[in-house]
């Protein structure tokens, strides 16, 4: 199911998680499997891992099958989305602390 996710657990998902989370266009995409398959390479995943990789995503010149691959992997939205296109990760909003949602 799709839900909000806020910055501070996508952090959580970083290089070290064996379930990389990226944000990409306003959607936090898991990269636990994709990661070993993405014809890119796992480095470039685990450099953006935990942070907002659209304009590195965007600038890789990804065709449309990678883009329509990707809906596979989308585990929900990013909460800071209607920022998320002119933010880079380092401007994103992180609106207090909404743990609700959090499953450790
Ligand atoms: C689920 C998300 C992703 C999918 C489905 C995906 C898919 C692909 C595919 C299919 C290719 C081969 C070229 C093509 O057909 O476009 C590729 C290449 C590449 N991807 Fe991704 N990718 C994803 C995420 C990312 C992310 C987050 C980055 C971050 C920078 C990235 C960086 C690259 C780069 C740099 C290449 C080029 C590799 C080369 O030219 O040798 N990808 N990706």
């Given at each position: 199911?799709?839900?909000?996710?806020?910055?501070?657990?996508?952090?959580?998902?970083?290089?070290?998680?064996?379930d990389p989370w990226i944000i990409i266009s306003g959607k936090v995409v898991a990269f636990g499997t994709y990661k070993d398959e993405h014809p890119g390479g796992e480095d470039v995943i685990?450099?953006?891992?935990?942070?907002?990789?659209?304009k590195a995503f965007n600038d890789a010149g990804h065709g449309s099958s990678a883009k329509s691959d990707m809906q596979k992997?989308?585990?929900?939205?990013?909460?800071?989305?209607?920022d998320v296109?002119?933010?880079?990760?380092?401007?994103a909003p992180q609106e207090g602390e909404k743990k609700e949602c959090s499953i450790q």
């Open positions: 199911m799709v839900r909000n996710i806020a910055l501070s657990e996508v952090e959580e998902h970083g290089p070290n998680h064996q685990l450099e953006w891992a935990g942070k907002d990789g659209t992997y989308i585990v929900g939205e990013f909460e800071g989305a209607s296109a002119a933010a880079s990760s380092e401007t």
